[in-house]
Each structure stands twice: as structure tokens, then as C-alpha cells.
């Protein structure tokens, strides 16, 4: 049964999660995550979204987005349509590519917020695709910490600001929290069940 709709807010902190239908790949090369990016290029300026870190997997997708005015739905219904047309024309593919709605999760405090750009990015590591986010290009790691150019869809700006008032030593210091989980990330990984959304991997590890 689906999930009952949330009223949209404005100014809302959202850690959003949206999944292939039955858990299969959303994206199966580069140029699918490409497109995926361009579209959410699209719909951050579209919308005047704020996006503060991003993970594309190959089966689900992680955002945090803050939303100044009450339109996440109507960004996020057009972001999943159209990658969805894009991927059912470009694999002769038909019906669903999603699961459902796209979940979200309200950010509560900043303190949520910093540890939510922590858990975003280490996604592949806890999947066992990389043993470091840096290895990995398709998150907002590397250009956080500033090893790669900043897309212009990514607005990193308030992660830093938690960590320094100058900018290297922010992204150093946002490099070491993330490396400070790594650990933990790695042992996760005989529990991690691809494309789960955080809540639901959390219950399914205490079961």
C-alpha cells in the first residue's frame, strides 16, 4: 500500500531516498548517471532547491536538499519521470522503474545534517564497491573536499561551514569526520542490504 502523502514545507531539510521497483538498477553505465545528473541539474535550478550532498548507487539514489519553498514533491515526481522515460527509451524497457513514492526523512538538527553527509557518501563503501569514498565519483565527496570541481548544482557551502570558517580547512576537516566512519562502514558491510532506505536497513539489521 502506498505511503500516505506528506504536506510540502517550506524551507524543509530533506535526506531523500528513492529506489528501482523490486530493487533492480536504476542506472546500468556512466551515461545513465550523467543524464541522472543533468536532470537533477535541472530540477535544483527549476525548483530552487538547495542540494548538500548526493550518492547515486545502481539501484537508489541518496539526496539532502533543503526546499525554500514547499515543492520536494513536485521536483522529485519530475526528477524520477524523467529518468525513467530516458531509461525505458534508451533499454526498450516498459512500465515502472521506481518503487513506489520516493521516501524522505525530515532533517531534525544539524547535528542529523553533518552525520547525514557522512552517511550519504560512505554508501559505497558499506556496499563494498570502494574501500574509500574518494574512489568513488558518482557522490558529492570529492568535490566537498575539494579534489574535483564543484558542480553547479551542489551547494556543499553548509557542510563546510560546520566544520571551519576557512574553506581548506573545512574540507580537510569534513575528510577526516567522513574517514573517521569509514571503519564502521567497512564493518557494515555483511549486514548492508542494497537499497534499502536507511530506516528500514536499520530495522532490518536489529531483526
Not at 514547499?70 to 534508451?90: D, K, T, V, Y
Request: proline letters at 5%.
Amino acid at each position: 500500500m502506498p505511503r500516505p502523502l506528506r504536506p510540502p514545507i517550506s524551507n524543509g531539510l530533506y535526506h531523500v531516498t528513492s529506489r528501482g521497483n523490486r530493487r533492480c538498477e536504476i542506472y546500468r553505465d556512466g551515461a545513465d548517471r550523467k543524464h541522472f545528473l543533468a536532470l537533477l541539474t535541472n530540477v535544483v535550478e527549476r525548483f530552487g532547491w538547495l542540494l548538500h550532498a548526493y550518492c547515486l548507487m545502481s539501484n537508489h539514489y541518496h539526496l539532502v536538499i533543503r526546499t525554500p519553498l514547499a515543492n520536494i514533491s513536485r521536483g522529485m515526481q519530475r526528477l524520477n519521470s524523467m529518468h525513467a522515460q530516458w531509461f525505458n527509451w534508451r533499454y526498450g524497457c516498459r512500465g515502472h522503474l521506481f518503487q513506489d513514492r520516493f521516501h524522505s526523512v525530515d532533517v531534525e538538527d544539524q547535528s542529523h545534517f553533518i552525520e547525514l553527509s557522512r552517511y550519504v557518501v560512505l554508501n559505497p563503501v558499506r556496499a563494498s564497491i570502494v574501500d574509500h569514498p574518494a574512489a568513488y565519483i558518482w557522490s558529492s565527496y570529492r568535490a566537498t573536499v575539494g579534489s574535483v570541481q564543484r558542480p553547479t548544482f551542489l551547494a556543499c557551502d553548509a557542510i563546510l561551514e560546520e566544520f571551519a570558517p576557512n574553506l581548506e580547512h573545512a574540507q580537510a576537516a569534513y575528510a577526516s569526520f567522513v574517514k573517521a566512519g569509514i571503519d564502521e562502514a567497512l564493518r557494515g558491510r555483511s549486514s548492508h542490504v542494497p537499497g534499502l532506505t536507511p530506516d528500514v536497513a536499520i530495522a532490518a539489521m536489529a531483526a
